[in-house]
């Protein structure tokens, strides 16, 4: 009886001890992270050879690891080339450019020279040569002038030309209107006492005015005359 109690008791004792972590094997390499160029390979462990239990501590170091690798030489991919520029011409000579830009993945020799742009460049002097017709364009709006009248409604005037840049060789003159006006001082003109507003009469009316006038200085004249 007294030995299986003592079993007991070192099994318990036993099944309590501390246990720290060891790693497993490391794994084997996966397949490189660049399909051209300098990649990396990884490969991993874990820390359950054993694990930690019975509060032993954890494994000790990295639980991954990776290697360089080079599969092929990565090929520079090139994009499409752009549409020529129009004609430059200085001194009666022109050229005309087009550029394209170098679209890979990773630089073979480790540096990043992807993104470089490259440019052509063809001569156009002939199209120097030719007359090229120029359209107008405007300039800014100028100041706006003073107002045509103190009171009763007057016009403001903003004016402008068509000189950016002139019309030449048979270039169009440019759209629209030179002038721009606006309403200003709408408010009523004020009459002063002493100043009696003109009437405007209908015609017939001054015509009557005219006869009775000639009239009385007809009579005045008969008188002076007896």
């Not at 239990?53 to 360089?68: D, R, T």
């Not at 002038?145 to 409604?153: D, E, R, V, W, Y």
Request: charged fraction near 20%; proline fraction near 5%.
């Amino acid at each position: 009886m007294n030995l299986i109690v003592v079993l007991v008791v070192f099994f318990n004792l036993s099944s309590a001890a501390t246990h720290h972590g060891d790693w497993s094997e490391w794994s084997n390499f996966g397949r490189c992270s660049n399909m051209c160029g300098k990649g990396a390979q990884l490969r991993t462990r874990t820390c359950t050879n054993p694990e930690p239990m019975n509060g032993g501590s954890y494994c000790l170091g990295p639980a991954s690891e990776q290697i360089e690798c080079f599969e092929k030489p990565c090929e520079d991919e090139w994009t499409s080339w752009s549409e020529f520029s129009l004609c430059s011409c200085t001194h009666g000579r022109g050229y005309r450019t087009r550029t394209r830009e170098k679209n890979c993945t990773v630089d073979v020799s480790g540096g990043n020279s992807c993104g470089i742009k490259e440019s052509e460049t063809r001569e156009c002097t002939a199209s120097c040569n030719l007359v090229q017709k120029v359209d107008g364009g405007w300039s800014s709006w100028g100041e706006v002038l003073k107002c045509s009248k103190p009171c009763g409604g007057g016009i403001r005037i903003m004016s402008r030309t068509c000189n950016n840049p002139v019309p030449a060789n048979g270039g169009l003159f440019c759209p629209g209107s030179s002038v721009q006006t606006s309403a200003c001082n709408e408010q009523p003109c004020k009459v002063s006492s002493t100043q009696r507003p003109f009437v405007t009469l209908p015609s017939k009316m001054w015509v009557t005015l005219k006869k009775r006038s000639a009239r009385i200085s007809l009579k005045k004249n008969l008188n002076r005359m007896k």
